[in-house]
């Protein structure tokens, strides 16, 4: 049995929500019925991980505020992995570019079962990272999604690019364009840094994409169960600054 069937512990959505959890059940098939029906809650395997979402955001900026510093803590992975093998409840959920250069566990200070990553170059949300976030937020009860673009982004610089240039790009990377062009042609007459713009709108449109992402994260929201923030992360120093 994989993981996310494997999870039936945790479900963190009021009764009163019924109606919603009976669409995502729908959605999202014996995943989320299998969770809504659970009778059974067992203790999350890190109870420290049980946050609000400011607690969960003030947490992973201290976390990178220790990576920054150079005084990550040491963490023992060897003594976490027996509580995780039953379970996870994430603290925080990261929409991050695939570059390798970012590493949210690290940049975030973070141990396993912490953070739920996703990750696409271009950190845009496509309809299989948001069921993958639905899926943190309402099985998991993650509180906090941050969408984490960076700075001298490959992904946004190409898709400037081939917009501007009127190319198409090899293979399946044409998708990516597509992706990242609503961000691109929204800030291409603002002059200034082209490209630092376009990643950051970029961050902005898809934190307001998931925000209002229905029916689960935009009830989690309304419910002030779940915080959507965007940052973008700096190459040079490793510091993440929010935004909006
Ligand atoms: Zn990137």
Known sequence: ??????????????????????????????LLANAAGAKEMKAPPKPQNVLTPAASLE??????ARYVDGVSLRHDFKHEREALAGGQNPYAAILSCADSRIAPEYAFD???GDLFVCRVAGNFANTETVASLEYAVAVLG?????????????AVSAAI???????TL??????????????VNAVSQQGGDNLGNAI???????????????????????????????????????KVEMVG
Do not use: W
């Open 142 to 154: 993650t509180p906090l999604i941050v969408v984490l673009g960076h700075d001298s982004c490959g």
């Open 200 to 238: 950051r709108q970029n961050v902005i449109d898809n934190v307001a994409k998931l925000s209002s992402a229905t029916p689960i994260l935009s009830t989690a929201v309304e419910q002030g169960k779940l915080k959507v923030a965007g940052g973008i992360y700096r190459l040079g120093d490793g």
């Open 59 to 64: 947490r992973l900026l201290k976390g990178n």
């Open 110 to 112: 973070s141990g396993r």
């Open 1 to 30: 049995m994989c993981e996310m069937c494997s999870q039936n512990s945790i479900q963190r959505f009021e009764p009163s929500r019924r109606s919603v959890l009976g669409v995502a059940a729908s959605a999202m098939g014996l």
């Open 161 to 167: 690019k081939s917009l501007k240039d009127g190319t």
């Open 170 to 183: 090899p293979g399946h990377m044409p998708s990516l364009v597509t992706a990242i062009a609503p961000a």
